[in-house]
């Protein structure tokens, strides 16, 4: 099953700037407002993104951030939690110390009090004291019909890692190489869920991106073997967040495209229309979290593929 119909969103109370990523997230950007008046737009855009969600007949589960330990990207669980099919939750190693803070046992006992079952916990964070990272669906852009992990390799996504990610959930890697202009030079994109996304039948993938050919085409090789549409967004497109979609599904079957309102705007019209072949869209404004996380509406959603205790 690719898409998921219930979401772990985790509601902000103290979101900022996060100096320590913007170490390697060149999306990221300052801004002259107060703390406090960055904090209470973020919020209003999370909730006006939840209300959407939920309007859609979408099931999110949303937890409360808690202002200790301060935690400036916390509104975006997917990078150190993901839960499975077959009962397993994996926690991942964190890049920025003050995003290790996030991971929080209570979340899962929460999920576990939604009658969803959690079998088995597999748990990479020690890797943290290698320098070695991994994380979660920032990282890895995960094809669940095929069992694929599509990986663009940087700081932040390690192989090692990748691949005893891929050994132990059996998945098949297809790792590469993904850049962006930052000025005049070529940098590593800071994870591969900006600049690709897989829903169903398709996938939406920045090839621009991926400089060398030779991985290029296996990419494309890949995607077109697993059944998928190629939809491809340029690299301008990708820093309007075009590239960090996610197709989700509610309780009566129906599926959507959550997108960012920026995302949306980006678009051609054929791409739109490609798009709305295979799901509704719905596009959400965010532009405070955008802006100054550095990360779009993907990045604020952790799937919940688990099974539920439907005993009485």
């Known amino acids: ?39 209470e737009n973020a919020l209003q855009e999370f909730r006006q993104m939840t209300d959407t969600l939920k309007n859609n007949g979408i099931e999110v589960i949303i937890i409360q951030d808690t202002l200790e330990p301060h935690t400036p990207d916390s509104i975006f669980p997917n990078n150190w939690v993901s839960f499975h099919t077959g009962g397993t939750a994996v926690i991942y190693p964190m890049f920025a110390e003050n995003r290790r803070l996030e991971r929080r046992a209570d979340i899962l006992k929460i999920i576990e009090n939604k009658k969803f079952i959690i079998q088995d916990t597999i748990d990479y964070s020690s890797s943290e004291k290698d320098g070695i990272f991994l994380e979660g669906t920032g990282s890895m852009v995960l094809d669940h019909e095929s069992k694929t992990a599509y990986a663009a390799l940087s700081e932040r996504t390690h192989l090692k890692l990748l691949l005893q990610f ?20 070529r940098l590593p994109i800071y994870h591969t869920n900006v600049m690709m996304n897989i829903g ?10 991926i400089d060398d050919k030779t991985e290029k085409d296996m990419v494309v090789k890949s995607l077109q073997a697993n059944g998928k549409e190629i939809i491809e967004i340029t690299e301008a497109q990708m820093h309007c967040f075009a590239g960090n979609m996610l197709q989700i599904e509610n309780n009566t079957g129906n599926k959507f495209l959550i997108l960012s309102e920026t995302a949306y705007q980006s678009l051609s019209e054929m791409q739109i229309e490609r798009l709305s072949a295979y799901s509704k869209l719905v596009p959400i404004a965010i532009p405070t979290i955008e802006k100054i996380g550095g990360g779009s509406v993907r990045c604020m959603m952790a799937e919940i593929f688990l099974q539920k205790n439907i005993k009485i």
């Open 166 to 185: 891929c050994k132990d959930m059996r998945f098949t890697p297809c790792y590469f190489s993904a850049n962006q202009s930052v000025g005049t030079q």
């Open 1 to 39: 099953m690719q898409t998921a119909n219930t979401l772990l969103m985790i509601e902000p109370v103290a979101f900022g700037f996060n100096v320590q990523t913007a170490e390697n997230n060149y999306f990221q950007q300052q801004d002259s407002a107060s703390t406090n008046v960055i904090q």
């Open 200 to 209: 169903d039948k398709y996938a939406v993938i920045c090839l621009q991106s």
